[in-house]
């Protein structure tokens, strides 16, 4: 008779965050660790960090032996449950006519101010004129 495995959400196995009652998250199952947190060569400390989150690039990062993984499996307690991805917002796509418009709207707009920059480039000249002047 196959055994039935516990689903766990993310949230479930974060709160098992003490050095009593530690759960750690690997390649989408869930292991208790807490027995074996002081035999762990890398430290408890190690261990506790990566709770809260998932651990498989830490995991895999650290280079376990085969021995290491066959370890696990003493403490697996459950599967982590697969959450829906958010859902990716579509692009809005523009027509050429939307694209007109938008570039016709900047011609209107830089035509209609105008005047500042050539302001601003004129008093620019004329106070350097002035400057120079009374030097």
Request: net charge negative; charged share 25%.
């Amino acid at each position: 008779m196959p055994t039935l495995t516990k689903l766990y959400t993310m949230q479930e196995a974060a709160q098992h965050n003490t050095k009593e009652d530690c759960w750690v998250v690997i390649d989408g199952k869930v292991y208790d660790v807490s027995p074996y947190l002081d035999e762990h060569p890398g430290g408890d400390d190690v261990l506790l960090a990566t709770t809260g989150k998932d651990a498989t690039d830490e995991f895999e990062d650290a280079g376990h032996s085969k021995t290491a993984r066959e370890l696990m499996e003493n403490f697996c307690v459950g599967e982590l449950e697969e959450t829906p991805s958010p859902a990716i917002p579509e692009l809005e796509i523009v027509s050429k006519n939307q694209t007109k418009d938008i570039s016709q709207k900047l011609v209107n707009l830089t035509r209609q101010y105008w005047v500042v920059p050539v302001a601003l480039v004129g008093m620019s000249v004329v106070t350097g004129f002035l400057y120079l002047r009374r030097k």
